[in-house]
């Protein structure tokens, strides 16, 4: 039986860190509000000359060095996000010609926050029918080139940064399921107006900003996350005590804490990264990931449970041991 197995993980954050305090200056809020409703403390914002793609290489950097492997081993290239540097060429094309991947395949999908969670199950579907043996996944987001400076019930909760994993084709197993889904009647709590075959015009004006019904997504968040990850663990044959870690988008500490509290997981079995990195949308997992492996909290053989959740809505969950 062949496994997919994460053996490498990265990630980048821009140099500049925007606080709280920072945002008070901008907008009508304070540091209290932010940290209270939505658990985030600062977030890095990316220059104004800086890509999704510059960010993705440096994590891709790091991902594969620490698996030990070199470029021309790759086989596959996913990268989710919604911020790509092009409508096309798509993102992981930049990012194969400026790491000197050789040729493979290698594409993006976009599933907002999810984007992640998305591409790391496409890549382990390629790995398991035996097309791939080792693929660069990437969640990655410029999320702030999105956002409306002035509007304080978006601006506040978001953050760029970019995170990687090498994923390879093992006999051990890594990847034990993945889950997910999609429904699109949600479309309109959640969404950017502008895209490549519609509003374009429009882009870079003020018309183009983050349009989100906070309150109805937070509903909706909880209550899908809670069922599929509860779904997750009954069709893996897991029970909620077995499992090691919770790696959850993080998009808000009160959405992760109601997850921890169904799965009846303390919080300090909960990858946090929400204070420091916001809401990155589907930089958010992977990210966590590679904090909770490289300061030591996810051993190898761990049991790790992945969750996310995003526009359209999409959601997804990835249980793996390390
Ligand atoms: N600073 C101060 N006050 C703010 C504010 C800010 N940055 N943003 C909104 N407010 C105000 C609102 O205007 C509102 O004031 P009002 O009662 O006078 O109208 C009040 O705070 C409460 O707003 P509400 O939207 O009900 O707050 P909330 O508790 O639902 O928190 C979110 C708002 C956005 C933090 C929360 O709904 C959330 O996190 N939702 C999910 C968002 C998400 O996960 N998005 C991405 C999905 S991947």
């Not at 977030?43 to 060095?65: F, L, N, P």
């Not at 496409?122 to 660069?136: H, N, R, S, Y």
């Not at 051990?172 to 015009?201: F, M, R, T, W």
């Not at 904090?291 to 030591?296: A, E, T």
Request: net charge negative; proline share 3%; with cysteine.
């Amino acid at each position: 039986m062949t496994y997919s197995r994460i053996v490498g993980t990265g990630r980048y954050l821009p140099e500049r860190v925007m606080t709280n305090f920072d945002l008070e200056k901008i907008v009508d809020t304070t540091d209290e509000w932010i940290r209270t409703r939505t658990g985030v403390e600062r977030r890095h914002v990316c220059a104004e000359d800086q890509t999704t793609s510059d960010m993705c290489i440096e994590a891709a950097k790091i991902a594969i060095e620490d698996a030990g492997v070199d470029v021309s081993d790759i086989d596959l290239i996913i990268t989710g996000t919604t911020t790509p540097d092009l409508i096309f060429p798509n993102i992981s094309t930049l990012i194969q010609h400026q790491l000197g991947i050789p040729v493979c395949p290698a594409f993006s999908l976009e599933a907002a926050c999810t984007g992640f969670i998305y591409a790391l199950t496409t890549a382990d579907k390629f790995i398991k029918a035996g097309e791939t043996k080792c693929a660069l996944v990437i969640g990655a987001e410029c999320i702030t080139k999105l956002v409306d400076w002035s509007d304080r019930n978006t601006c506040v909760l978001f953050g760029d940064g970019a995170g990687a994993v090498i994923l390879k084709s093992s006999e051990e197993q890594g990847i034990i399921s993945c889950h997910l889904g999609a429904d699109g009647q949600y479309k309109d709590l959640l969404y950017y107006p502008v895209g490549a075959s519609k509003n374009l015009a429009v882009a870079g004006t003020d018309a183009a900003a983050i349009m989100m019904s906070g309150n109805e997504v937070f509903k909706v968040a909880v209550k899908t996350l809670g069922r599929i990850a509860a779904e997750t663990l009954e069709k893996a044959g897991v029970t909620k005590e077995e499992l090691d870690w919770l790696v959850p988008h993080q998009a808000n500490i009160r959405i992760i804490q109601a997850m921890a509290k169904r799965l009846n997981m303390p919080m300090e079995k909960v990858i946090l990264t929400v204070q420091d990195h916001g809401n990155t949308s589907a930089a958010s997992v992977p990210m966590a990931l590679d904090v909770g492996i490289r300061d030591g909290r996810i051993k190898p053989g761990h049991l790790v449970l992945m969750e996310a959740f995003g526009g359209g809505f999409t959601w997804g969950s990835v249980l793996m041991r390390l």
